[in-house]
């Protein structure tokens, strides 16, 4: 095995420690050496990081690509991750996971509503989640993956997408699953709560399934079933604000089950909703002190990606897609989002197109519903509904005015630079459409806008929380600190430069600036920001 010497860098070891002068020794895929003298020992490979940072690769805790990666070719869309100095993700969240698959769940696989996570099919030849990993692996995986088993998927694999309870029977074949899918190493237990089915699901259902997760030593990661002041997940006459209760919830379940609880993607949807941001966070921060083992994690973007079909009530859904045609439930649906819509602080502009679903349409992606709506002479509810019913809940968009927006991001800078705060992209990882710009630019914006612009935590913080802090939430040993010992997980970035390359209107993101080089499991990944063609040196990754 050959060696690597990267040498002259400023080291951030990713344990929070102040930065120091020194080099880095790598031999194979491990580290073998971290020093701050002057003594430079021989390498095969010697790279100068005179002016640069040398860190451990950044950790996407909470990621959509585990859909992608069984595919041969996943490289082709998930190269912008290693671009933005990712080298592990992890997969299975929001409630769904690829694995494990029942005949039920194939057979729902098959409908359209499940080409989200995903723009190319996939054909499911796994059952197990053991085989599903074991795919992954043979797939050669392009960045280190660890995976969740989703509450979703599991739920899914017993009972219909619009089944409201589970009977005592189908409730136990899920924790059996679940409780072996856990043998066979996910990492997690995940919650889509916002989504069919998990919104259906009683607090009885979910500590069921938290119980599981706690007696097998692994976290929980929820969506909560609201991330707004009103959302449709509860009855429009509960007042007080939908987002605060559910977090509750889970907390209290947390509290009787003794998880560890990671809440997904602290955002705070539409206007109306932000002033709530003050206390949930005063919630989390309380229930860490009182001993509750909570954190949260977030993106650096007043937007995210998500089915068109989120804003829908489950009343509705439940009635796809015969409900379409349905004139009188049209109009009422059409009343309640314009009022939810106003409650909430949220407007038809704030959608924004991502894939359109349908090839015809694909010169629609990044385009907001209100221009296709002047462009077909509808109203913007008819052509939201008109999305949905043609590409069978396949358009993927963004939505905007999470936790602010533009010139107004004080509720986002108060989650990002709470400690108690890792970063995640949320980003599907897609082969075409407008790309979410969370996908190529999430972490060197954080370090480029928020610690050098911004100045709202250290260098040394921040990478702490994209590194060493999210392996240890999943529990992941070898990763995420530069030490002798560890997997060679290294990047080498500008700290002068590093920063996203943002959409401009409809002209999506581009790769970053700033980072050097990615090195995975010590494979060269990235030359000077570039994903070198056929780098695939992931390791699959079970707990």
């Excluded at 938290?210 to 006459?237: G, I, W």
């Excluded at 509705?316 to 439930?329: E, G, I, M, T």
């Excluded at 999506?508 to 080089?517: E, F, L, Q, S, Y």
Aim: contains cysteine; neutral net charge.
């Amino acid at each position: 095995m050959k060696t690597l010497l990267l040498k002259n860098g400023s080291i951030i070891d990713g344990t929070g420690k102040k930065a120091f002068a020194g080099h880095v020794l790598i031999h194979g895929d491990r580290i073998t050496s971290v020093m701050e003298n002057d003594h430079l020992p021989e390498a095969d490979t010697v790279i100068d990081a005179a002016g640069k940072v040398i860190a451990p690769g950044f950790i996407d805790m909470h990621s959509h690509s585990d859909w992608v990666l069984p595919g041969d070719d996943h490289d082709s869309a998930m190269k912008c991750l290693p671009e933005q100095g990712v080298t592990t993700v992890i997969g299975g969240n929001c409630g769904f996971s690829p694995a494990p698959i029942s005949e039920n769940m194939r057979q729902l696989l098959a409908m359209s509503h499940f080409k989200l996570m995903n723009d190319r099919r996939l054909d499911y030849r796994w059952d197990s989640f053991k085989e599903f990993l074991d795919c992954v692996e043979k797939a050669r995986p392009i960045v280190n993956t660890a995976h969740q088993v989703g509450h979703a998927s599991l739920r899914l694999g017993q009972a219909g997408l619009h089944q409201r309870l589970l009977s005592q029977k189908q409730i136990n074949g899920c924790l059996k699953t679940l409780a072996q899918s856990f043998e066979e190493g996910a990492c997690a237990l995940s919650f889509g709560l916002g989504y069919e089915p998990g919104m259906y699901s009683s607090l009885a259902e979910l500590e069921a399934f938290c119980r599981v997760a706690a007696s097998a030593d692994k976290p929980v990661t929820v969506h909560l079933k609201a991330l707004s002041r009103m959302s449709p997940t509860y009855s429009p006459f509960y007042l007080k604000p939908h987002n605060v209760r559910a977090l509750k919830e889970m907390i209290d379940i947390a509290r009787k089950t003794g998880i560890r609880l990671q809440i997904s993607h602290l955002i705070f949807v539409g206007k109306n909703s932000w002033s709530t941001a003050d206390t949930c966070l005063k919630m989390i921060e309380k229930e860490r002190a009182r001993g509750l083992d909570i954190k949260f994690d977030a993106f650096p973007y007043t937007f995210g990606n998500t089915t068109i079909n989120a804003v829908l009530p489950y009343w509705f859904l439940s009635r796809l897609p015969q409900v379409y045609q349905s004139r009188w439930a049209r109009n009422v649906l059409r009343a309640e989002l314009s009022l939810g819509f106003k409650l909430v602080g949220f407007s038809y502009n704030d959608f924004q197109i991502m894939d359109a679903g349908i090839d015809k349409w694909q010169g629609l992606n990044g385009h907001r519903v209100v221009d296709i709506a002047r462009q077909w002479g509808l109203s913007p509810f008819d052509t939201m509904l008109k999305l949905s019913e043609e590409s069978q809940g396949q358009t993927v968009v963004l939505f905007h005015a999470y936790s602010g927006e533009p010139g107004q991001e004080k509720v986002l800078e108060d989650v990002l630079k709470n400690d108690l705060c890792l970063f995640e992209t949320d980003a599907l990882t897609r082969y075409g459409g407008y790309p979410n710009p969370a996908a190529l630019g999430t972490f060197p914006k954080i370090l480029g806008e928020y610690v050098r612009k911004r100045k709202l935590f250290t260098m040394e913080n921040a990478i702490q929380r994209m590194t060493s802090a999210s392996a240890e939430r999943f529990g992941i040993q070898d990763r995420g600190v530069l030490a002798s010992g560890k997997k060679a997980d290294v990047i080498v970035f500008d700290p002068e430069t590093i920063a996203e390359t943002p959409a401009k209107g409809h002209q999506p993101a581009d790769r970053p600036k700033g980072i050097v080089h990615v090195f995975i499991n010590g494979q060269h990944a990235v030359q000077n920001g570039e994903y070198m063609s056929g780098a695939r040196a992931g390791e699959l990754i079970r707990i």
